[in-house]
């Protein structure tokens, strides 16, 4: 079961994936917590030997994907993270909670997140087959979705003609949005749902990163909120962190 596991995380964090993880952050990428920033500090990596970006994977970013985070004297930071609480717009008003993770963990969650893109994407095709899924990844992306429509269509009757009240038919547009889903989602449905899948519906994905996801969701982390010179630190212990690139998948 151990050389079974160890094969299957070399799949996970090939040399390959952890290269396309490093170079997708940018010079702008946020500091972690720790202060290291992702862009500086891990594009060294590209350029070491093939034997060192071995024992780079092999002692950091493995013992990170089995569950084994860093010890107890950093497990409740590296469970945490650096707290950024952005503006929403002015229409929805309130502030979105991000929560910039240690630049290991974004890395393991990314490589996770491309190695079960086709499963997760087969199953939820499958489970909801009239379901169809637009303006992944953007900003206000249902909203813009909606206009686009709006304009499409063109002008819309906003009430029946006098002279044929029975000729109205007019198409409507509706929006939802879960308010708060990522910090308000309950941590213990989501390990419910993640040990009732390890059997059915999704079992590739859930078996494959739980051990991962318990490290970090499993208890409350330590949120680091800099003000100035000031920095204030409080627990955290519901929600994914809109920072984790797992979080959506999750």
């Known amino acids: 079961q ?8 070399d799949k996970v964090l090939s040399e390959r994936n952890i290269a396309k993880a490093i170079r997708r952050f940018t010079a702008s990428a946020a500091p972690d917590q720790f202060g290291w920033r992702p862009f500086q500090h891990l594009r060294s990596v590209l350029r070491l030997k093939e034997s060192h970006r071995k024992k780079f994977i092999d002692h950091i970013l493995k013992p990170i994907a089995l569950g084994y985070n860093s010890g107890a004297f950093l497990e409740d930071y590296t469970r945490g993270g650096r707290f950024i609480p952005a503006a929403k717009s002015v229409e929805k008003g309130g502030i979105r909670p991000i929560v910039i993770g240690d630049i290991e963990r974004r890395i393991v969650s990314s490589a996770f ?18 379901v169809l899924q637009f303006c992944v990844g953007l900003e206000e992306g249902a909203l813009k979705f909606c206009k686009t429509i709006q304009c499409l269509l063109g002008p819309q009757l906003e009430e029946p003609s006098p002279e044929d009240p029975n000729s109205w038919d007019p198409i409507v547009l509706i929006t939802v949005d879960g308010k708060n889903a990522f910090n308000e989602i309950s941590r213990q449905k989501l390990f419910e749902v993640l040990l009732s899948n390890s059997d059915r519906r999704c079992p590739e994905f859930s078996q494959g990163i739980l051990p991962y996801v318990s490290q970090y969701y499993g208890q409350a982390g330590k949120l680091f909120l800099k003000q100035g010179v000031d920095c204030k630190a409080f627990w955290g212990s519901s929600g994914v962190s809109q920072g984790d690139p797992l979080a959506m998948a999750l």
């Open 113 to 130: 997140c491309k190695f079960y893109r086709n499963p997760l994407e087969l199953h939820f095709t499958a489970s909801h087959p009239t």
């Open 2 to 9: 151990v050389e079974e596991h160890t094969t299957f995380l």
